[in-house]
């Protein structure tokens, strides 16, 4: 009964936005400062998964209020990827699907993301870089929907990294588990995507909470696998979090609204109880990866259940 929770108040603002049926119904990026940071979120296309997977063990009639799905029971989701400029370096927070996969892959999960040679390349050129000029790639986790982009199938069928001067962060609990092979979760971790660039040098595995550089550290969000891994930026006194996987979209914000993919459903809800509790009492911006509308927004602070107030 208590996937009820948060039912209401903390959703209204969804009943008025316009979902995206394709990538190209979104803009390539949306900017604003965070104090002496300037961040760009990235949309890298969109997928279409199965809203029941996507909302676990929530009813459907009440996460269709939020995100309706289409006749195949499938909802559309973004690929928001968040390009950070500090002083320090040029960071990329996850990356997309990639160009490496093919129709079968495309038809099964609704990628749509094509580019030069994605949708994400082509936003990050919009926002005024060449993926040569990204410093750090930070991976939230290794699944192909947010790290296949680390790397890139050239003309010729050779995969190379798609940033070829970044140093990529993980957690190295995540880079472990991603080799499991366990038949759960396999399905989600294709070695394409990362073992070119172990085999490369320039993985920087991480333990727990990490300063990446000044005003960027990743911190340990586990439960939707058991290493997740949020980014937390800092900077003019205020502060942000790229939530990734831990609060996929707005429609997520009620505790117990947790997907069917998470391997531990209930190290998630803690994950999110402590972190989402410090969000609304400190003002946090809290950046979305897949909610297909909504990039960004606050908690409201009177609301002791997770309230969105989106922002521009």
Known sequence: MGVGEGEGS??????????????????????????????????????????????????????????????????????????????????????????????????????????????????????????????????THLHFDHAGGNTYRDVDGVVRLSFPRARYVVQAGEWEWAHSRNERVRASYLPDNFDPVHAAGRFELVSGEHEVIPGVRVVPTPGHTPHHQSVVLSSGGETACFLADLVPTAAHLPLPWIMGYDVEPLVTLESKRWLLTRAREEGWLLIFEHDPAVAWGKLDPAEERPTLIPEP
């Open 10 to 139: 903390a959703m209204k603002e969804r009943a008025v936005v316009q979902l995206p049926q394709a990538a190209a119904d979104l803009p390539l990026r949306r900017t604003r400062s965070l104090g002496r940071f300037r961040l760009h979120a990235l949309e890298a296309g969109l997928q279409w998964l199965d809203g029941g997977a996507m909302f676990g063990v929530v009813p459907k009639p009440l996460w269709e209020r939020r995100i309706p799905a289409d006749e195949r029971n499938r909802i559309p989701l973004a690929l928001r990827c968040l390009l950070i400029e500090t002083p320090d370096a040029l960071v990329l927070v996850d990356n997309g699907i990639g160009n490496k996969e093919d129709a079968k892959f495309h038809q099964i999960y609704g990628v749509d993301n094509a580019g030069s040679p994605t949708r994400l390349e082509d936003a990050l050129r919009d926002a005024g870089f060449a993926p040569e000029d990204v410093d750090i790639v930070v991976d």
